[in-house]
């Protein structure tokens, strides 16, 4: 079974502060996404990746930054954390597929809330 | 934007009976998936469907797609209270790195 895994399920933190959030995917798959899920708006994506070193921007990325350094893990970054940046915060993971899009593999989310 | 939308946002069943959620999308599709995420958790996928496709069956659930209209359906034949979740539809933005665009989910409560 894919698995994919967050660094902590929930996470306070200061407003101003520098946060990490980590996701790891042990399937070798290709891409990997970060998206915030809040009430009414369902999932919208922050940024995604397609391959090591390679990433790009999704409908939200203002405030946010990533890094893959690795096939395997996919960080967000919150530069200065603020507190309209609560949220719950969802890595997921896919294998590249051909003409159809195959599904994606979350992980079990971090609630993130900024004091 | 929101490419999917479900419809009804809230559901209230007791078990034992069917529950059907609907969800529109906006632009050409290729293929269409419902996901499930249970309170406070990640989403799991249940189903894709493909736009060649009308009719889907996984268990008991029935995933329905009419791309003349834009829409496609889920079925939950014989509802459990371990189907109480949220349900949603995603379908891909096209290009070359398959976004997938989600709606904001209906919110299956199913009562013993």
């Known amino acids: 079974d894919v698995k994919v895994t967050q660094s902590s399920r929930y996470l306070v933190k200061r407003t101003g502060e520098k946060v990490f959030l980590e996701c790891v995917q042990d399937m070798d798959h290709e891409n990997m996404f970060w998206y915030r899920q809040d009430p009414g708006l369902g999932l919208r994506l922050i940024y995604f990746?397609?391959?090591?070193?390679?990433?790009e921007k999704g409908d939200i990325p203002e405030g946010y930054s990533v890094s893959r350094e690795k096939k395997e893990r996919f960080s967000l970054i919150l530069e200065s954390a603020s507190t309209n940046q609560t949220s719950m915060y969802l890595c997921?993971?896919?294998?590249?597929?051909?003409?159809?899009?195959?599904?994606?593999?979350f992980g079990p989310g971090t609630r993130l809330t900024v004091t | 934007s929101q490419q999917g939308e479900e419809d009804p946002q809230a559901l209230s069943i007791q078990e034992g009976e069917n529950a059907t959620m609907n969800c529109s999308y906006k632009?050409?599709?290729?293929?269409l998936q419902w996901y499930r995420q249970n309170s406070g958790r990640g989403l799991v996928h249940l189903i894709l469907?493909?736009?060649?496709?009308r009719e889907k069956h996984s268990g008991r659930l029935r995933v329905t797609l009419d791309t003349s209209k834009k829409s496609s359906s889920l079925l939950i034949t014989a509802s459990r209270a371990a189907d109480t979740a949220s349900y949603f539809c995603?379908?891909?933005?096209?290009?070359?790195?398959?976004?997938?665009?989600f709606g904001a989910g209906t919110r299956l409560a199913v009562h013993p």
């Open positions: 990746s397609y391959d090591v070193k390679m990433k």
């Open positions: 997921a993971s896919r294998n590249l597929g051909g003409y159809y899009s195959y599904e994606q593999y």
């Open positions: 632009t050409s599709i290729n293929n």
């Open positions: 995603a379908t891909p933005l096209g290009g070359g790195y398959n976004k997938l665009i």
């Open positions: 469907i493909r736009s060649n496709e």
